[in-house]
């Protein structure tokens, strides 16, 4: 199948500072990026829907200015958590997609970040 | 506001048993179905898709799908310990284009 790379796979940093996440699509292009949030025995939770070259579409309930998503390239997606809390402290998936696929799979996800906010 | 839900359980069934996951969605114009599977702290990996009324076999994994009402199931038999983790439904909703909605998952314990 189709490989996402995320990066940090983790991070810990001080309340107040940004966090940046990348999202990279290795051996396709992907025309959509979506980024996901997970708290602890929950289930995932879309917090916004990327296309390349247009602004991200977020979820009722994610402050986009908190939650930066930039989707320059059709391989490459960010999510930066600027100002980030404790409250912020979660697994962040991404994932991706291409209408142009064949494969019936349709969604591939990097391997998530665990970001923990001191 | 489209919606996906699940039991979110825990599920625990003996090893060797059939375990038995459900999901039901609320839109219609729905038109494709997977069932993702994640262990603690990894991201989901991809057990089944169906797109079609009716079941579709692979393995241990039988994925069974009633559009009428508005159903999706899983069914894994013969469970190892190693099927233990949370099984996720997510829906493709057709008018969405890309976008997948999750259920909030099952957990499963398959215990020896």
């Known amino acids: 199948g189709a490989v996402v790379s995320q990066h940090p796979s983790r991070v810990i940093c001080k309340s107040g500072t940004s966090v940046k996440i990348e999202c990279r699509s290795l051996?396709?292009?992907?025309?959509?990026m979506f980024w996901y949030r997970q708290f602890p025995k929950q289930s995932l939770m879309l917090m916004a829907t990327s296309n390349e070259g247009s602004k991200a579409t977020y979820e009722q309930g994610v402050e986009k200015d908190k939650f930066l998503i930039n989707h320059a390239s059709l391989t490459l997606s960010t999510l930066t958590v600027t100002s980030a809390h404790p409250e912020d402290s979660s697994f962040y998936i991404c994932s991706a997609s291409s209408l142009d696929m064949t494969t019936n799979e349709k969604l591939f996800f990097g391997s998530g970040t665990q970001l923990s906010v001191l | 506001q489209k919606e996906v839900e699940q039991n979110s359980g825990p599920l625990s069934v003996p090893e060797g048993a059939i375990a038995s996951l459900n999901c039901t969605y609320s839109d219609r114009g729905s038109q494709s179905f997977f069932w993702y599977r994640q262990y603690s702290g990894k991201s989901p990996e991809l057990i089944m898709f169906i797109y079609s009324n009716g079941d579709k076999e692979d393995g241990r994994f039988t994925a069974q799908l009633n559009k009428a009402s508005q159903y999706v199931s899983l069914l894994i038999r013969d469970s190892q310990p190693s099927d233990s983790a949370t099984y996720l439904c997510a829906v493709n909703f057709l008018n969405t284009g890309n976008q997948f909605y999750f259920g909030t998952g099952t957990s499963l314990t398959v215990i020896p």
């Open positions: 051996d396709f292009q992907a025309t959509t």
